[in-house]
């Protein structure tokens, strides 16, 4: 079955930088859009970062010249690196197949928490 384990959150100054990882397996990644979203407390679950199989990226406002998604079709895995990270960024992350006009294929792994907080 589809699996998607996401990876590498922590606490971290606001300023600072965190690399996130998204492992998946069960289905062919390398043929699949894949995203970032992120859940602050509250109901909503933003689309951060699209990647499309040929590379093609997109960004919300919200992140646009500060985190870079990118993938390792050869690894079946996605990243998403984010630098000078601001109070607001502060939410759980998560990765999916989907986009802004796709919705997310598959159910949801268990996301990794990010802080940014002083």
């Known amino acids: 079955q589809v699996q998607l384990v996401e990876s590498g959150g922590g606490l971290v100054q606001p300023g600072g930088s965190l690399r996130l990882s998204c492992a998946a397996s069960?289905?062919?990644?390398?043929?699949?859009?894949m995203s970032w979203y992120r859940q602050a407390p509250g109901p909503e679950r933003e689309l951060v970062a699209t990647?499309?199989?040929?590379?093609?990226?997109n960004y919300a406002d919200s992140v646009k010249g500060r985190f870079t998604i990118s993938r390792d079709n050869t690894k079946n895995t996605v990243y998403l690196q984010m630098d000078s990270l601001k109070s607001e960024d502060t939410a759980v992350y998560y990765c999916?197949?989907?986009?802004?006009?796709?919705?997310?294929?598959?159910?949801w792994g268990q996301g990794t928490q990010v802080t940014v907080s002083s």
């Open positions: 990647i499309a199989t040929g590379g093609r990226t």
């Open positions: 999916n197949s989907g986009s802004a006009n796709i919705r997310p294929r598959y159910s």
């Open positions: 069960g289905f062919t990644f390398r043929g699949y859009i």
